[in-house]
């Protein structure tokens, strides 16, 4: 009998905070997105080309009527603006390389939501073909902030007016690593960032063209163990290498790089 | 005008009129380039233009300074003259000179108010400058980008396509440093036939000052503690107190110490001058906004530069006292098989090959790493291979942090916690133990006590089944509060080297009456009948760390010996048991879980160690106390006098971690300007609970 009541007291307990619990969040508004058939729209295009894939299409939403509480690192209560996150698969258009998704900037619902970000991009699709057990590492993703908020990522230090067209060189990078457990992955190096972050508040169509020089394939080892003066091998696609401290290929040397064997072969052309 | 003076008459018909004169006066002007503590900056090529030179009267002048740092250009026409200097040679050079420690330090514009952030520096701040003016000579304050011809060569890169750093580049067409442009144009003539000195600000950069080593280090402590408040950060990017404008913005901007933006105080970091080239490249805040919390939303961010790559993880919700908890508290312990730290491709090693980790902490993290597989794993990985790694959080970020840190043991990261829960098992952090962490515990802070000591795994959840883990919720709340452990195998057990912020009381025994009929009693058996025990007036909060006793440091060794006590490793485990908290939490010692009760406690300590003659406040309690401890030796009891007396020791060795900093280069001056910054009463610190 005894056993019995002290299994109970603590299930009392819960199922009471549970009630508490459910009455609470009963009370609050319908937060789910419900977007108009009529609202405005924001068109991504993809252009994939052959050996990369687009990825996920994840798209935030805001609301200044929805709020809720956030703490501060000193225990403060403050407001912070709701947010709905939903993720699209951008759709082929027929049989070309175009990729696009449409998003509404009206989120809908009583919390009216607006469109806050989106975050899409391309990977490799074949990793496999550097050899099993080769993963898809990072790179080739854009970030579009249309407010003032913070992305997942963080913000954009680069601000655009009206639409956004992107056209981005990319190349290969191999890199093993050795220290835990080895690992061999294939990334996408370009100009920004592992995702290039722009604001543009105005954007109605944004066009994201990665241009992929997959011939142009830049290879890295990292170190066996781990001291100050531990390098990263790199070897670039003219055969030079690069030991100096680098964590990412420079992407100024593999343009340079590529610009001069395209310069060699128009001369070879040419004669 | 008198009528018979026919040389000279303004005229229209004849508009052309010869004078008379002798040629117009030519001037010498000399520029000489020193950096912040007055050293030439020589050999470095220049040009200088006029408009004598733009309209093709005269070439432009060329050159390059001699050993003194010193131009030299004649027969110039009073007018304004522009410099230029070859941007790559000033900044190489400019890279390697070093920042004064004491700088003018302008106060932050607030809103409304019109001065701009980067203003020319005050006066009476320089040393250069008074040598200067006492010479007879200009004085000017620039910085890289007011002199060079154009954006050096820099490596890494800045980001294209984004503005420049404001401080270094305020001129972003680079039209370099005229001189006589502040004085009409027809007065330039003031500003030449002197020397003027230029005090060139070096091409340096903001680095946080953190020590990877086994010891403990209070500036480490300190800063990391900054990070972790930092971590909480949800200003608007780009604003004043986001994460990126603290390492893109703060870091680059050298006429302030950077500050983190706590809503309160904003206190200054303590910083190295570094070249520019090893400047923070990359900080990302990361936010999994999976969910609003408290459904299982994690936030981190992490910044790289040349030595360091630093990961700070945000607590939850630690709402009084347990309504937000619902991540720390889904006490259920998983087996750490960590998908953590690899893609479902590739087959790797467990976290720890033995024991247990929090459910919902793992889950939190789990979430995160997926999310951001990219930034966590390949490229904090990659980076962390040679720099040196830091992590740190506060509350949950602690438990997030350890996780994080127990996944990438192999890069050898510091982690520095702040009132973190219980995260592994016993058996898991018993296969941690080589792994650095201070565990910093504010006196009797709840949420080092959470989830309790006990193998809830075997004792609880199998009671509940499937629902264990939101309804067994309950039932460690409620056994939390009880207090009741409940024995098992593989119990929750806290990671690390604990530093403990610890609130010290004592007592007197005294006897209770000195009637006959209770001193008769004495030696029977029940001393209760004839001692009581009454706390006495000080009190004081000592900053202990334990590990600081077995330092086998010059300057700890000589301290030491000052002192006949010293730590024994049986009071040692004693006082400080392995794994466990030095005193018990309370509810009422949630109040002390928040970064607000840690924070001024560490900047407080700091200070004083900088400069024991500041924060007498918190020395005269100590004092207090050991006058206590004199006074009333003989009716304290003899445990808690030991105990006290060791504790006072320990404290007295925290100012000497401050010893790794001064080794370090710029360490002095980085100490010096903090402390310069510093404010006696930027905080309130509560010693009293």
């Known amino acids: 009998m005894a056993k019995y009541k002290q299994a109970r007291i603590p299930q009392r307990i819960s199922i009471a905070l549970l009630a508490m619990l459910t009455s609470l969040t009963g009370c609050t508004k319908d937060r789910s997105l419900a977007p108009p058939a009529n609202s405005e729209q924001v068109t991504v295009q993809i252009k994939v080309p052959a050996e990369l894939k687009a990825r996920t299409i994840d798209v935030m939403y805001r609301s200044t009527l929805c709020t809720f509480t956030d703490h501060s690192a000193y225990g403060a209560p403050y407001p912070r603006d709701g947010y709905q996150h939903m993720e699209i698969e951008p759709t082929r258009q027929g049989q070309s390389d175009i990729y696009e998704a449409k998003l509404p900037k009206d989120g809908g619902g009583a919390c009216q939501w607006r469109l806050s970000n989106v975050t899409f991009g391309v990977s490799y699709r074949e990793p496999e073909r550097f050899g099993e057990n080769v993963v898809y590492g990072a790179g080739g993703g854009v970030v579009v902030i249309f407010d003032d908020n913070a992305s997942p990522r963080g913000g954009a230090n680069i601000k655009v007016d009206g639409d956004l067209r992107i056209e981005e060189n990319y190349y290969l990078w191999v890199d093993e690593e050795f220290i835990g457990n080895y690992r061999k992955s294939v990334n996408l190096t370009g100009h920004g960032d592992i995702y290039m972050m722009y604001k543009a508040p105005t954007a109605q169509f944004i066009y994201f063209e990665p241009i992929l020089h997959s011939t142009y394939i830049v290879y890295s080892a990292g170190p066996k163990i781990k001291t100050k003066e531990a390098v990263t091998k790199f070897t670039y696609p003219d055969g030079s290498i690069l030991e100096n401290g680098d964590y990412e290929p420079r992407f100024q040397k593999l343009e340079a790089i590529r610009l001069a064997a395209e310069k060699n072969r128009d001369h070879a052309d040419t004669r | ?689």
């Open chain 2, 1 to 689: 005008m008198d009528k018979s003076d026919r040389m000279h008459r303004t005229d229209t018909l004849c508009p052309n009129k010869d004078v008379l004169c002798r040629p117009q006066i030519k001037h010498w002007l000399e520029v000489q380039l020193v950096d912040e503590h007055g050293e030439a900056l020589p050999y470095l090529p220049y040009r200088a233009q006029n408009d004598a030179t733009r309209e093709g009267v005269v070439p432009e002048y060329r050159g390059q300074t001699d050993a003194d740092g010193v131009i030299r250009i004649e027969g110039l026409h009073p007018i304004p003259i522009t410099l230029f200097i070859d941007a790559d040679p000033l900044a190489e050079v400019l890279q390697t000179r070093r920042l004064r420690a004491r700088r003018a330090e302008p106060k932050r514009p607030i809103i409304g108010n019109p001065t701009p952030l980067h203003s020319p520096q005050r006066t009476g701040y320089s040393p250069v400058e008074a040598r200067a003016i006492a010479a007879g000579h200009d004085y000017h304050h620039v910085r890289i980008g007011q002199l060079c011809d154009r954006l050096p060569r820099l490596d890494p890169p800045l980001p294209e396509g984004e503005p420049l750093p404001p401080y270094h580049f305020p001129d972003s067409r680079f039209s370099g440093y005229t001189l006589g442009s502040e004085v009409g144009y027809r007065q330039a003539y003031k500003r030449l036939d002197r020397r003027h000195v230029l005090e060139v600000c070096p091409f340096r950069t903001w680095s946080l000052v953190l020590h990877h080593q086994r010891d403990y280090s209070l500036v480490t402590a300190y800063n990391l503690g900054l990070m972790s408040v930092l971590a909480y950060s949800t200003h608007e990017p780009g604003q004043y107190g986001s994460v990126q404008e603290f390492f893109e913005q703060q870091c680059l901007d050298l006429s302030r110490a950077p500050r983190v933006r706590d809503g309160y105080t904003n206190p200054p970091c303590v910083v190295v001058d570094v070249p520019f080239s090893e400047r923070y490249t990359i900080a990302k805040p990361l936010d999994t906004t999976k969910g609003e919390p408290p459904e299982g939303d994690t936030q981190l961010f992490y910044a790289i530069n040349a030595s360091q790559v630093l990961v700070g993880w945000r607590g939850t919700e630690m709402n009084f006292p347990f309504a937000d908890l619902a991540t720390d508290v889904t006490f259920r312990p998983v087996k750490p098989e960590v998908q953590a730290n690899c893609e479902p491709k590739v087959p790797c090693a467990d976290l720890t090959p033995r024991g247990n980790v929090h459910l919902g902490f793992r889950d939190a993290y789990d979430v995160a790493r997926r999310k951001f597989a990219e930034d966590l794993g390949d490229r904090v990985e990659v980076a962390a291979r040679r720099r040196d790694l830091f992590i740190c959080g506060h509350s949950l970020g602690g438990a997030l942090g350890l996780i994080h840190a127990a996944s990438l043991k192999d890069l050898n990261p510091l982690l520095y916690t702040y009132g973190m829960p219980r995260t592994f098992t016993l058996q898991a952090v018993a296969c941690l133990d080589d792994m650095w962490h201070f565990r910093h515990v504010n006196d009797t802070d709840l949420i080092p006590e959470v989830p309790p000591e006990a193998d809830l795994e075997n004792s609880l959840y199998k009671l509940y089944g499937p629902l264990g883990t939101t309804l067994g919720t309950t039932w460690s709340v409620a056994q939390l509060m009880a207090d009741l452990v409940i024995r098992g195998k593989d119990p929750f057990y806290h990671h690390g080297e604990i530093v403990a912020f610890h609130r010290t009381e004592q007592h007197m025994r005294i006897r209770g009456s000195e009637n006959q009929f209770y001193k008769m009693r004495e030696g029977s058996g029940a001393p209760y009948y004839t001692v009581i025990s009454r706390p006495l007036p000080a009190k004081a909060k000592l900053f202990l760390v334990p590990t600081l006793s077995k330092e086998d440091d010059e300057k700890a060794r000589a301290a030491q010996e000052r002192y006949t006590a010293s730590l024994s490793p049986d009071h040692k485990d004693k006082y400080f048991p392995k794994g466990r908290n030095v005193k018990r939490g309370n509810l009422l010692g949630i109040r002390n879980h928040f970064m607000g009760k840690y924070q001024p406690y560490i900047y407080g300590q700091l200070v004083e160690s900088i400069n024991p003659s500041r924060m007498q406040e918190r020395q005269n309690d100590r004092r207090k106390l050991n006058d206590q401890m004199v006074k009333y030796a003989e009716l304290i009891p003899e445990d808690e006098l030991v105990r006290d007396r060791l504790f006072l020791e320990l404290q007295s060795l925290v100012g000497l971690t401050l010893e790794c900093t001064r080794q370090i280069e710029g360490g002095r001056d980085a100490l010096e300007r903090f402390e310069a910054v510093a404010e006696d009463n930027l905080y309130v610190e509560i010693t009293h609970g």
